[in-house]
Protein backbone atom coordinates (compact mmCIF):
# COMPACT_ATOMS: atom_id res chain seq x y z
CA UNK A 1 0.00 0.00 0.00
CA UNK A 2 0.88 3.66 -0.20
CA UNK A 3 0.39 4.73 3.62
CA UNK A 4 3.01 6.45 5.08
CA UNK A 5 4.72 4.31 7.82
CA UNK A 6 7.38 6.63 8.66
CA UNK A 7 6.54 6.58 12.00
CA UNK A 8 6.40 2.99 12.90
CA UNK A 9 9.61 1.78 11.98
CA UNK A 10 9.47 -2.09 12.07
CA UNK A 11 13.00 -2.30 13.06
CA UNK A 12 11.90 -1.31 16.28
CA UNK A 13 9.02 -4.04 16.42
CA UNK A 14 9.96 -7.01 18.61
CA UNK A 15 7.23 -9.41 16.94
CA UNK A 16 8.94 -8.21 13.58
CA UNK A 17 12.83 -9.16 15.12
CA UNK A 18 11.51 -12.40 16.32
CA UNK A 19 9.85 -13.40 12.61
CA UNK A 20 12.81 -12.90 10.90
CA UNK A 21 13.58 -14.47 7.49
CA UNK A 22 16.49 -17.05 9.13
CA UNK A 23 16.42 -19.37 6.84
CA UNK A 24 17.49 -16.73 4.46
CA UNK A 25 20.74 -14.72 6.49
CA UNK A 26 23.59 -16.33 4.66
CA UNK A 27 22.34 -15.16 1.57
CA UNK A 28 21.03 -12.09 0.53
CA UNK A 29 20.54 -13.22 -2.90
CA UNK A 30 17.27 -15.09 -2.36
CA UNK A 31 15.94 -12.15 -0.57
CA UNK A 32 16.50 -10.12 -4.17
CA UNK A 33 15.09 -13.27 -5.93
CA UNK A 34 12.10 -13.36 -3.48
CA UNK A 35 11.39 -9.40 -3.88
CA UNK A 36 11.26 -9.41 -7.44
CA UNK A 37 9.47 -12.86 -7.52
CA UNK A 38 6.58 -10.84 -5.22
CA UNK A 39 6.56 -8.03 -7.41
CA UNK A 40 6.44 -9.85 -10.77
CA UNK A 41 3.20 -11.34 -9.20
CA UNK A 42 2.04 -7.84 -7.82
CA UNK A 43 2.32 -6.45 -11.57
CA UNK A 44 0.75 -9.86 -13.07
CA UNK A 45 -1.82 -9.26 -10.78
CA UNK A 46 -2.81 -5.70 -10.90
CA UNK A 47 -2.64 -6.32 -14.65
CA UNK A 48 -5.51 -8.99 -14.26
CA UNK A 49 -7.45 -6.43 -12.56
CA UNK A 50 -7.02 -4.12 -15.76
CA UNK A 51 -7.97 -6.50 -17.90
CA UNK A 52 -11.14 -6.85 -15.72
CA UNK A 53 -11.92 -3.19 -15.54
CA UNK A 54 -12.09 -2.93 -19.08
CA UNK A 55 -14.19 -6.15 -20.04
CA UNK A 56 -16.65 -4.02 -17.34
CA UNK A 57 -16.34 -1.04 -19.20
CA UNK A 58 -16.88 -2.69 -22.67
CA UNK A 59 -19.85 -4.38 -21.28
CA UNK A 60 -21.41 -0.82 -19.52
CA UNK A 61 -21.09 0.90 -23.28
CA UNK A 62 -23.04 -1.89 -24.89
CA UNK A 63 -25.97 -1.93 -21.87
CA UNK A 64 -25.74 1.94 -21.95
CA UNK A 65 -26.17 1.53 -25.96
CA UNK A 66 -29.24 -0.73 -25.33
CA UNK A 67 -31.13 0.69 -22.99
CA UNK A 68 -30.58 3.73 -25.11
CA UNK A 69 -31.48 2.37 -28.46
CA UNK A 70 -35.06 0.63 -25.99
CA UNK A 71 -35.92 4.11 -24.95
CA UNK A 72 -35.30 6.00 -27.94
CA UNK A 73 -37.79 2.81 -29.98
CA UNK A 74 -40.15 3.11 -27.50
CA UNK A 75 -40.24 6.80 -27.75
CA UNK A 76 -40.13 7.25 -31.67
CA UNK A 77 -42.01 4.79 -33.47
CA UNK A 78 -46.09 4.96 -32.68
CA UNK A 79 -46.81 0.97 -32.62
CA UNK A 80 -43.88 0.53 -30.40
CA UNK A 81 -45.73 -0.12 -27.30
CA UNK A 82 -47.44 -2.87 -28.74
CA UNK A 83 -43.30 -4.80 -28.30
CA UNK A 84 -43.55 -3.31 -24.64
CA UNK A 85 -44.20 -6.84 -22.97
CA UNK A 86 -42.98 -8.40 -19.67
CA UNK A 87 -40.57 -10.07 -21.58
CA UNK A 88 -38.64 -6.50 -22.65
CA UNK A 89 -39.52 -5.18 -19.21
CA UNK A 90 -37.58 -7.87 -17.67
CA UNK A 91 -35.07 -7.03 -20.34
CA UNK A 92 -34.75 -3.55 -20.13
CA UNK A 93 -34.23 -4.16 -15.81
CA UNK A 94 -31.57 -7.15 -16.67
CA UNK A 95 -29.41 -4.65 -19.01
CA UNK A 96 -29.65 -1.72 -16.27
CA UNK A 97 -28.68 -3.69 -13.85
CA UNK A 98 -26.12 -4.96 -15.50
CA UNK A 99 -24.89 -1.03 -16.34
CA UNK A 100 -25.09 -0.46 -12.52
CA UNK A 101 -23.01 -3.61 -11.71
CA UNK A 102 -20.51 -2.61 -14.05
CA UNK A 103 -20.36 0.60 -12.76
CA UNK A 104 -19.91 -0.39 -9.29
CA UNK A 105 -16.91 -3.00 -10.52
CA UNK A 106 -14.65 -0.36 -12.12
CA UNK A 107 -15.01 2.65 -9.53
CA UNK A 108 -13.61 0.22 -6.56
CA UNK A 109 -10.35 -0.90 -8.33
CA UNK A 110 -8.01 0.81 -5.86
CA UNK A 111 -5.49 -1.59 -5.51
CA UNK A 112 -2.08 -1.27 -3.83
CA UNK A 113 0.67 -0.46 -6.11
CA UNK A 114 4.25 -1.42 -4.62
CA UNK A 115 6.49 1.30 -3.33
CA UNK A 116 5.86 4.94 -2.90
CA UNK A 117 7.37 7.58 -2.06
CA UNK A 118 7.10 7.47 1.86
CA UNK A 119 8.83 4.00 1.98
CA UNK A 120 11.55 5.32 0.07
CA UNK A 121 11.40 8.67 2.42
CA UNK A 122 11.79 6.05 5.25
CA UNK A 123 14.59 3.91 4.09
CA UNK A 124 16.67 7.12 3.21
CA UNK A 125 15.74 8.35 7.03
CA UNK A 126 16.63 5.13 8.80
CA UNK A 127 19.13 4.17 6.78
CA UNK A 128 18.85 0.54 6.24
CA UNK A 129 20.79 -2.53 5.35
CA UNK A 130 20.01 -3.73 2.21
CA UNK A 131 19.23 -6.80 4.24
CA UNK A 132 16.22 -5.10 6.10
CA UNK A 133 15.26 -3.15 3.05
CA UNK A 134 14.47 -6.54 1.16
CA UNK A 135 13.34 -8.51 4.20
CA UNK A 136 10.52 -5.75 4.76
CA UNK A 137 9.90 -5.09 1.24
CA UNK A 138 9.41 -9.00 0.95
CA UNK A 139 6.93 -9.08 3.98
CA UNK A 140 5.20 -5.91 2.37
CA UNK A 141 4.73 -7.36 -0.88
CA UNK A 142 3.07 -10.37 0.53
CA UNK A 143 0.11 -7.77 2.15
CA UNK A 144 -0.07 -6.41 -1.13
CA UNK A 145 -0.40 -9.46 -2.90
CA UNK A 146 -3.29 -10.76 -0.76
CA UNK A 147 -4.93 -7.09 -0.63
CA UNK A 148 -4.97 -7.31 -4.72
CA UNK A 149 -5.83 -11.08 -5.08
CA UNK A 150 -8.86 -10.11 -3.02
CA UNK A 151 -9.60 -7.55 -4.90
CA UNK A 152 -9.15 -9.58 -8.03
CA UNK A 153 -12.12 -12.03 -6.70
CA UNK A 154 -14.40 -9.33 -6.12
CA UNK A 155 -14.29 -7.64 -9.14
CA UNK A 156 -14.25 -10.77 -11.36
CA UNK A 157 -17.87 -12.10 -9.53
CA UNK A 158 -19.17 -8.52 -10.16
CA UNK A 159 -18.29 -8.68 -13.83
CA UNK A 160 -19.87 -12.68 -14.17
CA UNK A 161 -22.53 -10.57 -12.67
CA UNK A 162 -22.69 -7.90 -14.86
CA UNK A 163 -22.03 -10.27 -18.30
CA UNK A 164 -24.55 -12.38 -17.17
CA UNK A 165 -27.13 -9.50 -16.59
CA UNK A 166 -25.99 -8.41 -19.99
CA UNK A 167 -27.11 -12.12 -22.22
CA UNK A 168 -30.37 -12.20 -20.11
CA UNK A 169 -31.10 -8.81 -20.89
CA UNK A 170 -30.59 -9.03 -24.19
CA UNK A 171 -32.16 -12.65 -24.85
CA UNK A 172 -35.27 -11.33 -22.85
CA UNK A 173 -35.17 -8.45 -24.63
CA UNK A 174 -35.22 -10.10 -28.45
CA UNK A 175 -37.71 -12.30 -27.04
CA UNK A 176 -39.99 -10.08 -26.04
CA UNK A 177 -39.33 -8.42 -29.34
CA UNK A 178 -40.27 -11.64 -32.12
CA UNK A 179 -43.03 -13.20 -29.80
CA UNK A 180 -44.82 -9.38 -29.49
CA UNK A 181 -44.57 -8.85 -33.08
CA UNK A 182 -45.75 -12.92 -33.58
CA UNK A 183 -48.44 -12.06 -31.36
CA UNK A 184 -47.78 -14.21 -28.72
CA UNK A 185 -47.46 -12.26 -25.98
CA UNK A 186 -49.78 -9.93 -25.33
CA UNK A 187 -48.38 -5.88 -24.41
CA UNK A 188 -49.07 -4.56 -21.28
CA UNK A 189 -52.66 -3.34 -21.05
CA UNK A 190 -51.50 -0.28 -18.93
CA UNK A 191 -49.15 0.80 -21.67
CA UNK A 192 -51.70 0.63 -24.69
CA UNK A 193 -52.43 4.12 -26.12
CA UNK A 194 -56.04 5.22 -25.58
CA UNK A 195 -58.09 5.73 -28.83
CA UNK A 196 -58.74 9.00 -30.22
CA UNK A 197 -62.66 9.80 -29.65
Known amino acids: MTENRANDSPRDNSAWNRDRFSAWDSDERALR ?20 DESAMTALRIDLLIAGLSLTAASSFQY ?28 GSKYPTGVSAEYIDEFQRSSWSEREWNEW ?21 GLFYTQTLLGAGLLLLIGGIVFGTAGVVEPIPMLEPIPDT
Do not use: K, P
Not at 37 to 51: G, K, M, N, P, Y
Not at 137 to 157: H, T
Open 80 to 107: TWQLINELTVLGFVGVSLSAVVAVVTTL
Open 33 to 52: AARTEARESLEETIDSIHRI
Open 137 to 157: MVREYCLWLSEANEMVEGEAR
